[in-house]
């Protein structure tokens, strides 16, 4: 059962989320929603550091090839400082990022895995080009095992990387509780493939007004990885909650 508390706090947050989204002026409440959970993910991450320390060091990219799921907000987040910065000196083209997004195109996460790991299309020199503006699962991917993910990249063993439980806990309630958000407001609420979602917005003109003004640009790329039954009904509760 959870701790007394948990489901009222979780409330709250969602009611921060909300906040944030409808006092933004012309949509821009959807990408201040993301940059709050990221906020949020990182100031509870920074109280509470691990037990033991953990192997992740920039440079080291084996999880930076598996499917990356992100909400809406993130995903316009992640458009908008991309574009802002296409222009700075040796910055990837949109061209190069829809060029390195395409074979990700329509693949779960079994096909990822399954066919050849391809690397994420903000991978560059083994860096991650929007590391401030990294989704929630980044932030919370972590390991106390670098040979874990070694084997995971090089498909052997089978066994699972140990992380941080703290650090899963805190990225998954900053999620639940946005999407219980975009629920509440009637905004889609569906996760998304991250390199997909981005390039249909960096495709699309006036993406972000089209889709605050209720036109769903991302429906087609929509994720259909099942959402467990636990969190979808924790999300229609919380976004009830807060209606
Ligand atoms: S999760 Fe694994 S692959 Fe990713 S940075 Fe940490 S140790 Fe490296
Ligand atoms: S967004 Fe950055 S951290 Fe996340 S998978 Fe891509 S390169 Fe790695």
């Not at 991450?45 to 440079?59: F, I, M, Q, V, W």
């Not at 087609?220 to 636990?230: C, F, I, K, L, T």
């Amino acid at each position: 059962m959870a701790p007394t508390g948990t489901r009222e706090l979780a409330h709250s947050l969602a009611l921060l989320f909300r906040d944030c989204i409808e006092n933004g002026e012309e949509g821009r409440g959807i990408i201040d929603a993301a940059r709050l959970a990221y906020k949020l993910y990182d100031l509870s991450a920074d109280r509470h550091p691990p037990p033991d320390p953990l192997s992740c060091k920039a440079g080291c990219s084996y999880c930076c090839h598996s499917f990356v799921a992100v909400t809406a907000p993130e995903a316009f987040l992640l458009a908008e400082r991309f574009s802002e910065h296409v222009r700075d000196e040796g910055a990837m083209s949109v061209d190069e990022f829809l060029k390195r997004a395409r074979p990700l195109a329509g693949m779960g996460p079994t096909a990822r895995y399954d066919n050849e790991l391809l690397p994420c299309p903000f991978l560059v020199d083994d860096k991650c080009s929007v590391y401030e503006v990294r989704p929630v699962v980044c932030r919370k991917t972590c390991s106390y095992s670098v040979q874990a993910c070694i084997d995971g990249f090089n498909k052997v063993g089978g066994g699972t990387v140990p992380q941080d439980t703290a650090r899963q806990t805190f990225g998954e309630g900053c999620s639940i509780t946005l999407t219980a958000a975009l629920r509440s407001l009637g905004f889609p609420w569906a996760s998304y493939e991250m390199s997909e979602a981005v390039s249909v917005i960096l495709r699309t003109e006036d993406a972000l007004h089209r889709w605050t003004q209720g036109e769903d640009i991302l429906a087609e790329v929509q994720s259909n990885v099942a959402v467990p039954a636990q969190l979808k009904t924790a999300i229609a509760e919380f976004s009830d909650a807060i209606s």
